[in-house]
């Protein structure tokens, strides 16, 4: 079988609840272009890893498809990352096959791929949670080392294909933690006609051991946790 046909896979989870409705099984892929200063995952940065799994679109379909009873009220299946939309293909031939299946499919990206690739993915995709990082091309580039008219395009390729969307947003002290940067985040996030919720998560630190284990310092080492009781109070402002 060729190399291109498997899926570069970095973990999976079985029976998560945070990305996306209900109980779902997440699949984090390995590969991402971005080097977000609050990353979680660096050990999924890099495409090729001696630790990943290596799985077929069939594969994985059967895999997941083992739970579907723990997931067929309300639930379905998530594919994180990394980036997924670096593996379009493979991600496309998944979401298919589990949709043939009758289960619900998410999308959890951060819009930095081509449109092309994003499309192909799109196309069987039930919703997406987009990973609205930062409000300009300058914090995108200083604090991402990515590209924010590419993830606008990607929000309005969302809008154009009517995929249903929620906007996802790590609120950083010091960085995205004022009203006035949380009003201009729902400003932004209420222009997209399928938009259907937004999601502040509140910056942690537990990844710190993580990048002590890999060697890559963590920017925001010293950065304090956002307070969970300040976040919900900055939800009023979207």
Known sequence: ???????????????????????RYVTFMQ??????????????????????????????????????PYYENGGG?????????????????????MQEAGVHTALDTSGSASLEAA?????????VLADLKFLSQEEYEQY???D?????????LTQQMKVPL????????GYTDTKEYIRRLGQEAHQYANLQKIELLPFRNLCLEKYEALGIPFRLKGVPQMDKSRCEALRKEL
């Open 119 to 127: 499309e192909k993915v799109l196309r069987h995709t039930d919703l």
């Open 77 to 97: 299946i998530t594919v994180s990352g990394g980036e997924p939309l670096m593996q379009a293909d493979f991600v496309a031939q998944y979401f298919k096959k």
């Open 148 to 156: 924010y008219q590419t993830v606008r395009q990607f929000l309005q």
């Open 1 to 23: 079988m060729k190399a291109s046909e498997y899926g570069r896979i970095h973990s999976v989870q079985s029976l998560g609840a945070v990305d996306g409705p209900g109980l």
């Open 31 to 68: 590969g991402c272009p971005l080097r977000c200063m609050y990353c979680h995952n660096p050990d999924t940065w890099e495409a090729e890893s001696p630790s990943c799994i290596r799985l077929t679109p069939e594969e994985l379909a059967e895999k997941a498809l083992r739970c579907k």
């Open 166 to 173: 929620w906007i996802r947003h790590v609120v950083v002290p």
């Open 144 to 146: 991402c080392g990515g």
